[in-house]
């Protein structure tokens, strides 16, 4: 047989382990639900700005004195709907009938159980202006002396510091980043590993292994659950993106947010590699399912403290412990795109994190595969990691 | 021609294989017996490149064996397995294709693989919901989807009901008449006795016995059974060491024509013949030695 020919059947190998998984694990009920499940979620929760901005103008009741230049004051902020009545009852009664989200009447708030803290400022700063006005007509000047004393330009904001929270939106972006990115790695590194004990425990493996080697079994898996990740996640976002713009509010997402979904791909792959190839690597050393999940706490601890570093870091993005926390593999995979999508990172912070995770993902491949390799044929009660790298092929 | 030539192998401690050779031609079925640990399972195992040797080689048409070819052999492992979660057809076209097959080939293969064994209406049932006599088939069917060239089944009879035994047994002379090698294990001597050319004899990682099974049992002759119609006694007549056995006269270390004369002059012999052993009795014999 020719070298092209071997080479042919080495990666038709490879992809006939990796069309199995993706078939039998992919389109079986338990994912393809969850899949629908949340894409539904995620339909839901990007057509929750559109839902919540529908509910039209905050209606505000007026009366007594300062009712006609509370009236002008709050058109003039906008999105408010004001109606003036007679006097306070009328105007207190409107907010117990519900007609009213608020009232203000002879310097009273009406409400049914307090305001937000926006419509109070709003409210406020409309009834000093009133009072103002009132006053300043008062004292003797006429109602363009008063407008002239009450024009005031608002505050322009400068930030001295860089890299700090570039808005809430980025929070929400960094937030949406670290969870994708852990369940991402969670879900398929536990299917990894259930899918090597159940070929071990079925003893599938040894008749596998007479026409496969176990690079392409392995590799296969973790090629195979790595497309449904991906088929998933592009579900999502492709739902997420086309709610978003048929429910117009696609223009309101930040800036960075395309390219920062774009870039947590590329960190996903490389991570996944990383953990995938553990999780194949460990899920060998056992030979029932049961006790697949101890050998799997390491990799779920340092997945789960990933996504935590993630969160700790979306508070305090620029703290050293955050900056480190991005670099070091293996947390990198996950706590770098969240970090690269709230604040501005160095480029070579970004380097270096990259740099380190293949390198401990290549790492990773060749430890996963070389304890894959000795103990996958062995049956029996757990295999202890140093037994396992002692053993010979 | 598949050759298995002076394998050892030892796991830590224990001394595993010890120099074992075998060989198979075309169309030969071999019987491989031992009792439990003696060695079967890890020469299999080798043959299949599963387990490695520390030394000896495996010969197949006067080459040492390599991955592509192997491919195209059939193996039964004596832990059966199957993905107990996926389609029976799905499951032995998906063998057939890491075989080598391509899709429309495997499944073809599948289709009539399941016609022979009865368990076309099974076609889209998960495995485990099979009975564990029809897991037994679809793993025989695993084995056989890529028409292999040689079949190496260890205990392919083990958990099977008779129907399905016969099944097996009829599968395995199919393919050697068709020119494949066959070596299988198996505990069941009477089976191995029907349907095998020549039987080897593995005892503590050697070989310990070979050869066809004629050539086995004229190895282990002793005994001369002879029933004559006489109600004369002959033990007394008789040359050599005589025994009763029933009517019969079980005679050892004589001329046979001799005893023959004596036989036919006192009356009609109605049987006259060495007795036969058993392959279970020659496998008792050889494994007690």
Not at chain 1, 225 to 232: F, P
Not at chain 2, 167 to 174: C, F, R, S, Y
Not at chain 2, 254 to 275: N, P, S
Request: hydrophobic fraction near 45%; charge should be negative.
């Amino acid at each position: 047989m020719s070298d092209q020919n071997a080479e042919m059947s080495r990666m038709r190998g490879l992809m006939l382990v990796a069309g199995r998984e993706i078939r039998v694990r992919g389109l079986s009920r338990a994912n393809v639900i969850s899949l629908i499940v949340t894409v539904v979620i995620v339909g839901i929760l990007a057509a929750l700005p559109a839902i919540i901005g529908d509910d039209g103008p905050t209606e505000v009741g007026l009366a007594g004195a300062n009712a006609p230049a509370m009236e002008a004051q709050l058109e003039a902020v906008g999105d408010y709907e004001t109606t003036v009545y007679d006097d306070a009852d009328g105007a207190e009664q409107a907010v117990a009938d519900g007609e009213v989200e608020a009232a203000v009447a002879d310097g009273k708030l009406y409400s049914e159980d307090g305001v937000d803290a926006e419509l109070q400022a709003v409210l406020d700063s409309a009834w000093q202006a009133a009072s103002v006005e009132a006053n300043l007509a008062a004292a003797g000047l006429t109602p363009e002396e008063s407008q002239q004393a009450l024009a005031t330009e608002s505050l322009e904001s400068v930030t001295l510091s860089e890299g700090g929270v570039n808005s809430t939106l980025d929070y929400f972006a960094g937030l949406i980043i670290s969870i994708v990115m852990f369940m991402m790695l969670m879900t398929p590194v536990q299917y990894i590993a259930m899918g090597v004990v159940e070929e071990k425990s079925s003893r599938i493996v040894e008749i596998l292994l007479t026409s496969l080697k176990p690079w392409q079994l392995l590799g296969g898996k973790v090629i195979g659950l790595g497309v449904i990740s991906l088929i998933n996640l592009v579900a999502m976002v492709a739902v997420g993106l086309g709610v978003a713009a048929g429910t117009g509010r696609l223009d309101s997402l930040p800036d960075g947010m395309a390219s920062a979904a774009l870039s947590s791909i590329g960190w996903w792959l490389v991570a996944f590699a990383l953990f995938g190839t553990l999780a194949g690597g460990v899920g060998s050393l056992v030979s029932r399912q049961e006790d697949a999940g101890s050998v799997l706490t390491p990799l779920i601890m340092s997945l789960t403290l990933s996504y935590l570093g993630a969160i700790f870091l979306l508070n305090a993005p620029t703290s050293t412990f955050a900056q480190i926390l991005s670099i070091v593999p293996p947390f990198s995979g996950i706590t770098m795109p969240t970090r690269m999508a709230i604040t501005d990172v160095p480029a070579w912070e970004i380097a270096l994190a990259l740099g380190l995770l293949a390198a401990a993902a290549v790492g990773a491949l060749a430890l996963g595969a070389t304890l894959y390799k000795r103990s996958v044929l062995y049956t029996g009660s757990r295999l202890k990691l140093t037994e396992a790298l002692k053993r010979a092929a | 021609m598949l050759e298995i030539k002076d394998l050892k192998k030892r796991f830590g401690d224990t001394v595993a294989l010890d120099g074992v050779s075998l060989s198979a031609e075309p169309g030969e079925v071999v019987g491989f017996v031992g009792a439990n640990g003696a060695g079967k399972t890890t020469a299999m195992r080798i043959a299949m490149g599963v387990l490695a040797a520390d030394s000896g080689e495996i010969v197949y048409n006067g080459a040492p064996l390599g991955t592509e070819q192997r491919r195209r052999f059939g193996y039964m492992p004596s832990e059966r397995g199957l993905y107990p979660k996926m389609k029976t057809g799905d499951q032995i076209a998906y063998f057939g294709e890491l075989h080598g097959m391509s899709r429309a080939e495997a499944k073809r293969s599948t289709a009539e693989l399941l016609e022979q064994l009865n368990l076309t209406g099974r076609i889209g049932d998960n495995v485990q919901d099979l009975s564990l006599g029809n897991q037994q088939r679809v793993q025989l069917a695993v084995s056989l989807v890529h028409d292999p060239e040689v079949l190496i089944l260890d205990e392919p009879f083990s958990g099977l009901d008779p129907i399905a035994v016969d099944v097996m047994g009829t599968a395995l002379k199919e393919r050697a008449a068709a020119g494949a090698p066959v070596i299988f294990s198996s505990h069941q001597l009477d089976l191995v006795e029907r349907l095998c050319d020549s039987v080897v004899i593995i005892g503590a990682g050697k070989i310990i016995a070979s050869g066809s099974v004629e050539e086995l049992k004229a190895r282990e002759v002793k005994q001369l059974r002879v029933r004559v119609d006489t109600a004369e006694d002959l033990t007394a007549q008789l040359p050599g060491k005589v025994e009763r056995d029933g009517e019969d006269y079980l005679v050892e270390g004589a001329d046979d024509q001799e005893v023959l004369r004596i036989a036919a002059a006192a009356g009609r012999v109605t049987h006259f013949a060495y007795d036969q052993p058993t392959i279970a009795e020659i496998f008792r014999e050889a494994v007690t030695k």
